[in-house]
């Protein structure tokens, strides 16, 4: 039988590495080039298209002093993963290369049975580590720096198991210790994220105050996020306390939660509380009938909150209130729904802001906007009342009263759709216009909407 070919040999080495690198990094794109074991060309280049991150990795047959030291001076420029087919202890050149390495600002010396040893480390039953572990393994390739070997994986896997043990002694001194092995493993923004999520999962077992235990500084990347908050959602044992959750709502966006798979259906309400609907951003909002309600049985004024399909969706009573962060083309709208008539929904416009209104009667078509009066409903009103016509409004732009944000809405009730004009608008801000305006029929009342109305509302059609 014919021997494979230098080719084969090649690819079956990259094969390998890339599987090793997945294991730890499931948001890594990992390419190859048609180079192997070259001096100053990568063998392989790992991105992280998200992040808009790219690190040249370099595969050596063997770690040889002086030759790997000058190396890493060399490659410093680009930020490179140096990845050791050989343990670097085997050459006896591990300290050396450690302390060349830790000079640079951020070039990754590791070898592959180090590599092999952290994809192993910290399992627990059905073979998935604990979510610090797996924080530390997901931040490796993208973060990395200085030496990693076997000894420090066992360090850095210890100390993040302490670190969430229910013994605050023994939970306070691991995470000191995985402070300080991280920083000589990962560059500074690495090891700052590592040590944040430490903290929040110190917090989200105790009674202790969270602004004691978190920096609230920046956000979680997207692949912390993946780990740390299903976990943190599934758990019932973890504390309802505001807090807690204000501080996590403050560390994502919407547009990152919409980007994790991992949270597909599962009830994130505690995370969307008055800050996060003050700091989340949508750009628009389409409602649509809940048609699991059930009148008798379910409350109308509570909200349940979850990502469905890429999108935050908030189930209150008989309707479905569903969002798009950044990109309008997610929510398409109805194609046959009914417009409003005026009359039903003149108090609610009362209550708001209207720049402008386009009505549709029988026989004419109308506008009134801010610039040809200064206040839209009470011409609305009039023109209503003197011309005889049966008068239905198709879209309306509204503000609501005291905004910061001071963002203009355009409702469309044909459509059902409430569409910011411009980049985006608080989530609260535009639930509250759609579900008032577009939910009009079937008025409901959470305690998060930000208008306060009479309490008729107007007839159901």
Known sequence: MLADSPEQIISSVKSIVSEEIASLDSGVEISYTEYFNHTYMPDMVLSWPRQNEVRPLYLRSSFREGVTESEVRGLEGTEPVVLGLQSATEGGVEDTIRESARSTRRVFVTDI????????????????????????????????????????????????????????????????????????????????????????????????????????????????????????????????????????????????????????????TRLVNPDSLKSWSACRAELALNNDFDEEFDSADVTRWSIRAGKLSAITGPWNLVFASTDKRKLKGASDAREANWDDIARIARALIVESASLRGITRRLSVG???????????????????????????????????????????????????????????????????????????????????????VGDKD
């Not at 797996?134 to 200085?146: D, H, I, M, T």
């Not at 978190?214 to 912390?224: T, V």
């Not at 009066?373 to 609305?380: E, F, I, K, L, P």
């Open 113 to 268: 049975g180090s590599i092999d040893s952290f994809g192993r480390a910290g399992a627990v039953k059905g073979g998935q580590s604990t979510p610090l572990v797996e924080v530390l393994k997901s931040n490796l390739f993208r973060a990395g720096r200085g030496f990693m070997g076997s000894e420090d994986v066992t360090t850095l896997t210890e100390a993040a198991e302490r670190a969430v043990s229910s013994d605050p002694e023994v939970s306070a001194s691991g995470l000191r210790d995985l402070e300080e092995a991280a920083s000589g493993i990962y560059a500074e923004d690495g090891a700052y994220q590592i040590g944040r999520v430490g903290r929040i999962l110190q917090a989200a077992g105790t009674s202790m105050s969270i602004q004691s235990q978190l920096e609230l500084e920046g956000r979680l990347s997207e692949s912390d996020i993946r780990i740390v908050l299903p976990y943190l959602l599934r758990r019932p044992d973890v504390s309802d306390n505001l807090e807690f959750w204000s501080a996590i709502s403050r560390l994502v966006d919407l547009e990152s939660l919409e980007n994790v798979i991992e949270l597909e259906g599962l009830d994130i």
């Open 370 to 456: 801010a610039e040809e009066s200064s206040n839209v409903v009470r011409d609305v009103d009039e023109i209503t009342r003197a011309l005889e016509d049966n008068y239905r409004v198709r879209k309306l732009d509204v503000r609501t009263p005291g905004s910061e944000s001071d963002s203009v809405i355009d409702v469309d009730f044909k459509k059902m759709l409430a569409t910011v004009h411009g980049s985006g608008a608080p989530l609260g801000e535009l639930g509250t216009v759609a579900l008032l305006l577009l939910g009009h029929r079937y008025q409901v009342s959470p305690g998060w909407l930000e208008v306060e109305l009479p309490d008729e």
